[in-house]
């Protein structure tokens, strides 16, 4: 069973009793509205999938073909034409020989002969008047149809210069969409392309914000850092402490080679302090004078 019947029979059974019974009847309501919303989506389907040049396409090819039916008809009227002017032309012969023979009967004293003959050429003469009727008519009907096929064919030319027209315009006006959709960003592939470019650099953006707080944590002690390469803060502070000093004591150390002059014994022995020259008269030995 089809879907529409098999939902009206649903439809029916959970209709209450007094519905049913004939006091009101909304299934033709809802059936109206089933069929109102098919058409309306088989319409926009149909819209979606219709392409105007494949339209005046189909529409060019009709005509083409009413224009060829046309020119046969043309050509059948004129084989018919032709056929009876043979016919003429044969009945008009037959009708001289008989008049020729009863001239003849007549000579010769036959006069039943005579009248044998032109009764039979005024039978032919009626089916010459016959054909010649007809004759007329099919060349009227052959110049009525000659007359229509030069009509469509200008037609049919003037349509195949509009369709190439419209076709031409609606591919310029199609491409023309295309780049504005792709320069804008709104086609349906370089809105995938947007959205794949901003989904990276959001990944991007929360990596980075992941790294930098991870630095941080480690940085102040609230993570461990299990290869043991981390150091605290207070023993980065010294680091970058003394890293200051030895740089400042290598400069003074190669400003005074450039003088000329001894480096500094700070420079030369970084780190060391005053503790130690002052312990130097102590380990020095001292010798009397005699």
Same mark, same amino acid.
């Given at each position: 069973?089809?879907?529409?019947?098999?939902?009206?029979?649903?439809?029916?059974?959970?209709?209450?009793?007094?519905?049913?019974?004939?006091?009101a009847?909304?299934?033709?309501?809802?059936m109206?509205? %089933?069929? %109102?919303?098919?058409?309306?989506?088989?319409?926009?389907?149909?819209?979606?999938?219709?392409?105007?040049?494949?339209t005046?396409?189909?529409?060019?090819?009709?005509?083409?073909?009413?224009?060829?039916?046309?020119?046969?008809?043309?050509?059948?009227?004129?084989?018919?034409?032709?056929?009876?002017?043979?016919?003429?032309?044969?009945?008009?012969?037959?009708?001289? #020989?008989?008049?020729?023979?009863?001239?003849?009967?007549?000579?010769l004293?036959?006069?039943?002969?005579?009248?044998?003959?032109?009764?039979?050429?005024?039978?032919?003469?009626?089916?010459?008047?016959?054909?010649?009727?007809?004759?007329?008519?099919?060349?009227?009907?052959?110049e #009525?149809?000659?007359?229509?096929?030069?009509?469509?064919?200008?037609?049919v030319?003037?349509?195949?210069?509009?369709?190439?027209?419209?076709?031409?315009?609606?591919?310029?006006?199609?491409?023309?969409?295309?780049?504005?959709?792709?320069?804008?960003?709104?086609?349906?592939?370089?809105?995938?392309?947007?959205?794949?470019?901003?989904?990276?650099?959001?990944?991007?953006?929360? %990596?980075?914000?992941?790294?930098g707080?991870?630095?941080?944590?480690?940085?102040?002690?609230?993570?461990?850092?299990?290869?043991?390469?981390?150091?605290?803060?207070?023993?980065?502070?010294?680091?970058?402490?003394?890293?200051?000093?030895?740089?400042?004591?290598?400069?003074?150390? %190669?400003?005074?080679?450039?003088?000329?002059?001894?480096?500094?014994?700070?420079?030369?022995?970084?780190g060391?302090?005053?503790?130690?020259?002052?312990?130097?008269?102590?380990?020095?030995?001292?010798?009397?004078?005699?």
């Open positions: 069973m089809e879907a529409g019947p098999v939902l009206w029979v649903l439809l029916q059974w959970l209709e209450p009793e007094s519905v049913r019974r004939g006091r009847k909304p299934m033709s309501g809802v109206k509205r %089933m069929g %109102m919303i098919f058409r309306a989506k088989a319409n926009k389907a149909l819209d979606r999938a219709e392409d105007p040049r494949e005046l396409d189909y529409s060019y090819q009709k005509q083409l073909e009413l224009l060829q039916k046309v020119r046969r008809g043309v050509a059948d009227v004129a084989t018919s034409r032709k056929r009876l002017e043979l016919q003429l032309n044969q009945l008009q012969s037959q009708s001289s #020989k008989l008049e020729d023979q009863g001239r003849k009967a007549l000579a004293g036959r006069e039943d002969l005579a009248r044998e003959a032109l009764s039979r050429r005024a039978a032919l003469q009626q089916q010459v008047t016959d054909l010649e009727t007809q004759h007329q008519t099919l060349q009227g009907e052959e #009525k149809l000659t007359l229509a096929a030069q009509r469509l064919q200008a037609k030319d003037a349509f195949r210069t509009k369709k190439e027209t419209i076709k031409a315009t609606y591919t310029a006006a199609q491409a023309q969409t295309r780049i504005g959709e792709a320069f804008s960003g709104i086609s349906e592939e370089m809105g995938d392309v947007g959205l794949a470019i901003q989904r990276a650099e959001d990944k991007t953006a929360q %990596m980075q914000a992941r790294a707080a991870i630095d941080e944590l480690l940085a102040s002690g609230a993570l461990d850092d299990p290869s043991g390469m981390a150091k605290d803060d207070i023993q980065a502070e010294l680091d970058r402490l003394s890293g200051g000093t030895d740089v400042e004591l290598e400069l003074q150390r %190669m400003k005074a080679e450039l003088a000329g002059g001894s480096a500094p014994q700070q420079a030369i022995e970084p060391q302090d005053q503790t130690r020259s002052q312990q130097q008269p102590q380990d020095t030995p001292r010798f009397d004078k005699q």
